[in-house]
């Protein structure tokens, strides 16, 4: 499937100016990355691989062979991932489209916050406070800043659930710092 | 006929009070999360898996497939009063469904879409129950070759094949077999890519995939470009039952739609838009209003409808006959008969025929109660849509750090559940779907045992699946599938 799909649809072959490569370059610099990110990780796990023991016995076949088709798979995919994103880009993805519509990098920040502190305090704080916090900051990260609504909101939610999954399916949460 | 001694006694056990409960409670989620942005069935069954270690084996899975398929009635409600599709299968009801609601007629297309997913639903696994047994029949003369190159057809088909997103559907789907390889290799006991941390030696969760991916990936997506969506959620202004008229216009749509979806489920070449596309545009030629189309036409809501859950039912049959999630929620299931220790196949049937049997019972039971559920009921469930996002997903968020922790008790698992939240984000801005990485995960430690089982009996040889027939057949296959749409697109080109 190398050859057959790179022309996109739409653009004519044959007419090489309209994809001039230093601007098209610029343009899909984050798909650059992210194929080089595929090519990457195929190698990484590539590496891993020949680290592994050899296979014993007759068969010649053990731990090594499915990893070697994974990661040689990968490194494939990824230069054929390159080469589109170098000419012309990933085929059906919008661009323009998506830089006309930017990611709001501080919504993340604030869901990432949520989630990493919820990872640190799950078990010395317990699952009810530190699901309150993740819900209270998350609530955040769309916007919201109704802080108190929010903590009683998450509160309700987070005991509720508490106490269906321990104490119904003995799921064994962390109490932390509260008594029950 | 024996099938209907089967299923007689599969009904006498599905229709005890207990899995009665279970299949009501499955199909009520189903929906609830179907209707419900951000969260899905394949989630919502991730986030159950721990009930596995509490409730018996037909409760659960009567419960669990419940979930899946009435999450595709649930689907189309938010489609058709909120124009924003849930899954790529639904995109076409979220055009013209929500067309028709901008014209008034929400409670015509809501109830053309539940009516036709009744009908759909019911006619399949009618089709499920006379298929899987034929299905069953020739599996059972598998060896371990045969099923290896079943199973490469199965990647092929999930993942390629059609659509400018192939090489991407691919490389999610390499991404999952890596994925899969983590932890401790079964045969050898040899440690693989654990880095000697306790936690990867055990290997991924399945649990922390899928959430990772599906929930948090989404509301990181949905949060980053918060400012940019405006939902409405339109008003129902029409009576919820249809005209006559509407009746004449919706019978046939929903029969082709099944007859399309159906067989798409079982082998989804190319994606489960696929069949709702196909429904979509077969349904334009033959009607005798094409003016109508984009504009609201009640035969583009009934045909692909149907499609989409007629297309659910034939996976679930390649699930349950030959062992193989050809969708991502369908990989979950898998997962979960797998926390009973059983491995959906040919070999369930024969050791455990009861088992099955009431599954496929409690799915004609599930039909008729998500017909109740939504069409009188639709209200109730409008309701869900009104919650404000920021609670919703605050809420989703919680669960999803319930579930993975819970699984496991480990602080470690929320850490890599934000590690693959971020995974599926940059996967969703650069338009790589992520169902291929959920399916690779769970089908490739499998595919990759039934390899090295056929290079065992073959003392090494690669020509051991070219030699047995079946298997040479099943490749060949393969190969016509990637080759062929190549060619005929060269040739188009010349």
């Known amino acids: ?180 | 006929m024996e099938v209907l001694t089967f299923l007689a006694n599969g009904f006498s056990l599905a229709l005890s009070l207990q899995n009665l409960l279970w299949c009501l409670v499955g199909v009520t989620l189903g929906t609830a999360v179907g209707v419900l942005p951000g969260i899905g069935p394949a989630v919502t069954v991730a986030l159950l898996l721990p009930v596995t270690t509490k409730i018996d084996p037909s409760g659960a899975l009567i419960m669990f497939a419940g979930i899946y398929y009435g999450a595709m009635y649930g689907g189309s409600t938010t489609s058709i009063l909120l124009n924003t599709p849930g899954e790529s299968a639904t995109i076409i009801t979220a055009m013209e469904g929500n067309q028709m609601a901008k014209r008034g007629r929400a409670g015509a297309a809501l109830s053309t879409s539940a009516i036709g997913s009744f009908v759909a639903g019911t006619l399949t696994v009618v089709a499920l129950t006379f298929v899987s047994p034929i299905v069953v029949d020739v599996a059972l003369r598998f060896g371990p070759p045969e099923f290896f190159a079943l199973m490469v057809l199965a990647f092929i088909t999930v993942s390629a094949v059609l659509g400018e997103s192939a090489l991407r559907r691919l490389t999610a789907l390499f991404i999952g077999l890596a994925i899969g390889l983590v932890g401790i290799d079964n045969q050898s006991g040899t440690a693989r890519f654990a880095f000697e941390i306790p936690q990867l030696l055990d290997g991924i969760e399945v649990v922390t995939v899928a959430v990772g991916l599906f929930a948090v990936g989404e509301t990181l997506w949905v949060a980053s470009k918060e400012r940019a969506i405006v939902d409405a959620v339109m008003k129902m202004t029409d009576s919820i039952w249809m005209k006559a008229e509407d009746w004449k216009r919706s019978w046939k749509p929903w029969l082709r739609g099944t007859a399309i979806g159906f067989p798409f489920g079982a082998i989804p070449a190319g994606g489960a838009e696929i069949p709702t596309f196909l429904s979509y545009a077969i349904e334009k030629k033959l009607t005798k209003y094409p003016e109508e189309f984009g504009k609201g036409a009640i035969e583009g809501v009934a045909g692909p409808e149907a499609a989409n859950n007629a297309s659910s039912t034939g996976t679930m049959t390649t699930l349950l006959a030959l062992g193989l999630p050809t969708s991502a929620t369908a990989a979950i299931l898998l997962a979960a008969f797998q926390q009973y220790g059983l491995q959906p196949g040919p070999l369930l049937f024969v050791n455990s025929a009861d088992l099955v049997w009431t599954l496929i019972a409690s799915m004609y039971i599930g039909n008729v109660m998500l017909l109740v559920l939504n069409l009188p009921l639709v209200g109730l469930w409008v309701k869900l849509l009104e919650i404000p996002k920021h609670l919703l997903y605050a809420g989703i968020l919680i669960f999803a750090t319930l579930g993975v922790y819970g699984m496991r008790q480990s602080a470690f698992d929320i850490f890599l559940l934000y590690a693959i939240g971020l995974l599926g984000f940059m996967m969703r801005r650069y338009d790589f779907p992520t169902g291929p990485v959920l399916i690779g995960m769970i089908l490739g430690p499998l595919a990759e045992a039934q390899l090295r089982r056929s290079l065992s009996i073959s003392q090494g040889d690669w020509m051991i699946f070219l030699q047995k027939p079946l298997s040479a057949t099943l490749l060949a296959i393969t190969v016509l599938v990637v080759v062929g749409p190549w060619l005929m697109k060269k040739r188009k080109k010349n």
């Open chain 1, 1 to 180: 499937m190398a050859e057959g799909d790179v022309a996109q649809p739409g653009t004519q072959p044959g007419t090489p100016a309209d994809v001039p490569g230093a601007a098209s370059a610029k343009r899909h610099v984050g798909q650059i990355l992210v194929a080089a990110g595929v090519v990457v990780f195929g190698a990484a796990l590539a590496y891993g691989t020949a680290l592994l023991p050899e296979a014993t016995g007759y068969a010649k076949v053990g731990p090594r062979l499915m990893p070697t088709i994974v990661s040689g798979g990968l490194i494939a995919l990824g230069l054929v991932l390159l080469k589109e994103a170098l000419f012309g880009g990933f085929r059906g993805v919008d661009e323009v489209e998506a830089a006309a519509n930017p990611t709001d990098w501080r919504a993340i920040a604030w869901i990432s916050a949520a989630i990493i502190a919820n990872g640190i305090l799950m078990v010395p704080v317990g699952f009810v406070l530190s699901g309150t916090l993740l819900f209270v900051l998350a609530a955040r990260g769309f916007g919201n800043t109704a802080w108190v609504k929010n903590a009683m909101i998450g509160l309700v939610i987070a005991v509720i659930t508490y106490a269906f999954f321990n104490y119904g399916l003995g799921l064994g949460l962390p109490r932390g710092i509260l008594p029950v």
